[in-house]
């Protein structure tokens, strides 16, 4: 069983920057993948960015290639999305996810994912 936590949300003027953790919880990470999904209202939930545990290897959106970056930290078992440049389509309830898979890199599919948290707002006003 995998818990997620996400937080550090809130409103951003556009061309701003914000921060994101995702706090997760369980016995090991091993050959799992966590990812960051967002989903706009009325829109279907996409991928971000993922990064394999292991590894450390990464995946992103070409929508966020060059500005957003994912990362994580083994002793805090923390992901971190840090989003520069933040542009007001960026607006969307960001969502941390995780699935144990022995893939080389993340999966973009959400179907892919077994646990969720339980999202933060980020809001980028133009």
């Known amino acids: 069983q995998v818990q997620l936590v996400e937080s550090g949300g809130g409103l951003v003027q556009a061309g701003g920057s914000v921060r994101l953790s995702c706090a997760a919880s369980?016995?090991?990470?091993?050959?799992?993948?966590i990812a960051w999904f967002r989903q706009a209202p009325g829109k279907e939930r996409e991928f971000v960015a993922g990064?394999?545990?292991?590894?450390?290897?990464?995946r992103y959106a070409d929508s966020v290639k060059g500005r957003f970056t994912i990362s994580r930290d083994t002793g805090k078992n923390t992901v971190y999305l840090q989003m520069n440049s933040l542009k007001p389509e960026d607006t969307a309830v960001y969502y941390c996810?995780?699935?144990?898979?022995?893939?080389?890199?993340?999966?973009?599919?959400?179907?892919?994912?077994?646990?969720w948290g339980q999202g933060t707002q980020v809001t980028v006003s133009s």
């Open positions: 369980a016995r090991t990470f091993s050959n799992y993948n």
């Open positions: 990064i394999r545990w292991t590894t450390s290897t990464t």
């Open positions: 996810a995780a699935n144990y898979r022995l893939t080389t890199i993340p999966r973009v599919g959400a179907a892919e994912y077994d646990y």
